[in-house]
């Protein structure tokens, strides 16, 4: 089993800068993607920022040239700087990681999510 555990989210001033991390856990054997989805109360689920094993990064419109992503593959982790916050900005984060694993001395592929962490930006 792969666990995916948030942490880093809160309260922020708009303007201000929140680093999210995600670190997963259990048999890993490689991280083909490690991304952030977010959701605020009566919206769709949506897609914040990825980034490949290979260091390709994908950002959608809303946040670039505010957030950043980035991972640490050694350690099955990945970040979110994010900077010049905006109330919109304000959901619960979710980390997504999907890779292949051992299980029962077998490679498998996963696709796994954390329970979230909730980011509020407000003044």
């Known amino acids: 089993q792969v666990q995916v555990v948030e942490s880093g989210g809160g309260l922020v001033q708009p303007g201000g800068s929140l680093r999210l991390s995600c670190a997963a856990s259990?048999?890993?054997?490689?991280?083909?993607?490690m991304g952030w989805d977010r959701q605020a109360p009566g919206k769709q689920r949506e897609l914040v920022a990825l980034?490949?094993?290979?260091?390709?990064?994908n950002y959608a419109d809303y946040v670039k040239g505010r957030f950043t992503i980035s991972r640490d593959n050694a350690k099955n982790t990945v970040y979110l700087q994010m900077n010049s916050l905006k109330p919109e900005d304000t959901a619960v984060y979710y980390c997504?990681?999907?890779?292949?694993?051992?299980?029962?001395?077998?490679?498998?592929?996963?696709?796994?999510w954390g329970q979230g962490t909730q980011v509020t930006v407000s003044s």
């Open positions: 980034i490949t094993g290979a260091g390709t990064t």
């Open positions: 997504n990681v999907q890779g292949q694993r051992i299980e029962r001395g077998r490679v498998m592929s996963f696709g796994s």
């Open positions: 259990g048999s890993i054997t490689s991280i083909n993607v």
